[in-house]
């Protein structure tokens, strides 16, 4: 997961990451776990973020699956 890219996303729609878990429904310190790497979401939790934030299967992607291949390759 690309945390940057993801904070980009949530601060473009929402302003701030509480903003954003105020939306999503989740604590706003699962989100800050989530943006530090210590916690990661389920498949679940991903499609509620993806719908949430609106993102294009493109931007999914980039976020989501930073790389293709398990040995690094785009």
């Not at 903003?19 to 499609?47: C, L």
């Not at 993102?55 to 989501?64: N, R, T, V």
């Amino acid at each position: 997961m690309n945390a940057r890219k993801l904070r980009v996303a949530i601060v473009a729609e929402y302003g701030t990451q509480s903003v954003f878990a105020e939306k999503i429904g989740w604590h706003k310190n699962k989100v800050s776990r989530i943006m530090q790497g210590k916690y990661k979401p389920d498949t679940d939790e991903v499609a509620n973020m993806v719908k949430v934030l609106h993102l294009s299967e493109s931007q999914f992607c980039d976020i989501f699956l930073p790389t293709i291949a398990p040995n690094g390759d785009k």
